[in-house]
């Protein structure tokens, strides 16, 4: 079974900018399309960004041209660069592989506000 780890987030300001990781225990990962999701409060959990294995990626239109999502193959890894925060993108932030194939993590709190 293969465990995923996020870390990263935090409270900043509108404007602000974090960077998540997701360390995921197992090899397969690396093997498959992954992607980051966040559920806001009393929301469903949306996809937020998606990576091939070859890098090619996919974004929801509210991210677009803010967000950026990477990979690390070798290490088993996936990244989420968010810049230029709105308090909109306030939720806890996850990731898992397109079709959710593993259990989820305990996710990582962002929260944007003044």
């Known amino acids: 079974q293969v465990r995923l780890v996020e870390s990263g987030g935090g409270l900043v300001q509108p404007g602000g900018s974090l960077r998540l990781s997701c360390a995921a225990s197992?090899?397969?990962?690396?093997?498959?399309?992954n992607a980051w999701y966040r559920q806001a409060p009393g929301k469903e959990r949306e996809l937020v960004a998606s990576i091939a294995v070859g890098g090619s990626t996919n974004y929801v239109d509210s991210v677009k041209g803010r967000f950026t999502i990477s990979r690390d193959n070798a290490k088993n890894t996936v990244f989420l660069q968010m810049n230029s925060l709105k308090p909109e993108d306030t939720a806890v932030y996850y990731c898992?592989?397109?079709?959710?194939?593993?259990?989820w993590g305990q996710g990582t709190q962002v929260t944007v506000s003044s």
């Open positions: 197992g090899s397969i990962f690396s093997r498959a399309v």
């Open positions: 898992n592989t397109q079709f959710r194939n593993f259990s």
